[in-house]
């Protein structure tokens, strides 16, 4: 029998099948990242950790993974240190710092925790996805991190990621440039582990899930990629 559960939350949805969990960014078409959202994410992980899953996907419903934070609200967040008290910029610090530790409970999950990247996956999103051990993307996806258009600098711990996966010199271009970026590029700079048709990507995440459960191990990660990516052999 398939052990399933479920609970539905305004902006996310969360699964539990056959001992994987689904966490889903369920805000389309873009899955935007509102204060809301990462009340609830902060909120799931409790549920997470009492699951007893073994292993986590995270993705997005619909064309896309998510478009980002929404910008308006921490822009005015941030702005609004028009009192000379400081109180409102205090406020906007603790709420980046309780994101980013929401995000690092991903990456120090001692399962195997797999983004599955379709379409747009920009800003914090990509930050999110960074936290995770795996990154699968669709052949079509599309990553960013564009703070810097808005005046602002990746600030939920995608700085750091960044230099660890790409190197220092590509990072501070990436993020000072703030452009758009393909998953193909992703690949090459070591953002994304694979790509895949869109059809077949959450086969694929899956498919890692049950290739990584059995003993998972961090520094195995370049062998369960190559069992992903292998051929199959007939039986």
């Not at 109180?87 to 929401?102: G, I, N, Q």
């Not at 990621?161 to 703030?178: F, H, N, P, R, T």
């Not at 995440?205 to 290739?211: D, K, N, P, R, S």
């Not at 998972?216 to 062998?223: C, D, M």
């Amino acid at each position: 029998m398939v052990k399933r559960e479920t609970e539905k939350k305004s902006l996310i949805s969360w699964t539990v099948e056959q001992d994987i969990g689904f966490l889903v960014l369920d805000n389309p078409p873009g899955n935007s990242m509102t204060a809301l959202f990462f009340d609830e994410l902060k909120r799931l992980t409790t549920a997470i950790t009492q699951s007893h899953i073994k292993a986590l996907i995270i993705t997005g419903r619909g064309r896309h993974f998510s478009s980002g934070a929404d910008l308006e609200s921490l822009i005015a967040a941030i702005k609004t240190d028009s009192t000379g008290n400081g109180k409102p910029m205090k406020e906007a610090k603790a709420m980046l710092l309780s994101h980013v530790l929401t995000f690092e409970f991903f990456s120090d999950l001692d399962i195997p925790v797999i983004a599955a990247i379709q379409g747009v996956c920009l800003g914090s999103a990509l930050e999110l996805a960074m936290h995770c051990h795996f990154r699968l993307c669709s052949n079509d996806a599309l990553l960013g991190l564009p703070e810097t258009g808005f005046g602002l600098i990746p600030g939920v711990g995608g700085i750091q990621k960044i230099l660890q996966l790409s190197g220092k010199a590509k990072a501070i271009e990436l993020i000072l440039k703030g452009s758009n970026f393909a998953a193909a590029d992703a690949c090459k700079w070591h953002i994304a582990d694979a790509l895949f048709p869109k059809k077949e990507l959450m086969e694929k995440a899956v498919q890692l899930a049950g290739i990584a459960v059995d003993g998972y191990r961090r520094y195995k990660k370049a062998e369960y990629l190559k069992r992903l990516t292998q051929p199959m052999t007939p039986a």
